[in-house]
């Protein structure tokens, strides 16, 4: 194998990687959008032949009145019903998050390791190339550590 066809192969790979690691971090974001979705968003659940029920948001509901001294925040399955709680059950909503940090962190670390490669790379190439613009110069004076 030649020294340039070596250098092609090894800017592939890097370049590889980097594409790797956006597309694991396109699915860790798709599936966080989906969570940003459930939580945020208000639903409706379809009854029999009835209609539907309208439920808030997981985040935004109505809790309850804050104007008396011994009144209570009430909680989600509370405040909007038990079929609304277990349409969006907070279980699942972390089972997707937890299914999302092994794609985030490999997405991450496959990106990150391919623009590094090729940015040492690119940087090796500009040194040989200053190095043989001037191939009688003095070497700087390197600075005390």
């Not at 966080?32 to 379809?46: D, G, M, N, R, V």
């Not at 079929?83 to 940090?101: F, H, K, N, Q, Y």
Request: glycine residues 6%; charged residues 25%; hydrophobic residues 40%.
């Amino acid at each position: 194998m030649t020294p340039d066809a070596h250098e092609i192969t090894f800017r592939q790979r890097a370049d590889r990687n980097q594409t790797r690691g956006i597309f694991l971090l396109l699915v860790a974001g798709c599936i966080w959008l989906t969570l940003a979705y459930q939580l945020f968003a208000p639903f409706s659940i379809k009854r029999d032949a009835n209609g539907s029920i309208e439920c808030a948001s997981r985040v935004f509901y109505d809790d309850g009145d804050d104007s008396g001294r011994k009144s209570r925040k009430q909680t989600y399955e509370e405040a909007e019903g038990i079929r609304c709680a277990v349409d969006r059950d907070p279980a699942d909503m972390l089972g997707l998050l937890l299914l999302s940090l092994p794609f985030a962190a490999v997405g991450i670390f496959q990106y990150a390791s391919g623009a590094l490669t090729l940015a040492l790379r690119h940087h090796g190439d500009e040194v040989a190339h200053l190095k043989s613009e001037r191939p009688n110069a003095e070497p700087a004076e390197t600075p005390p550590v």
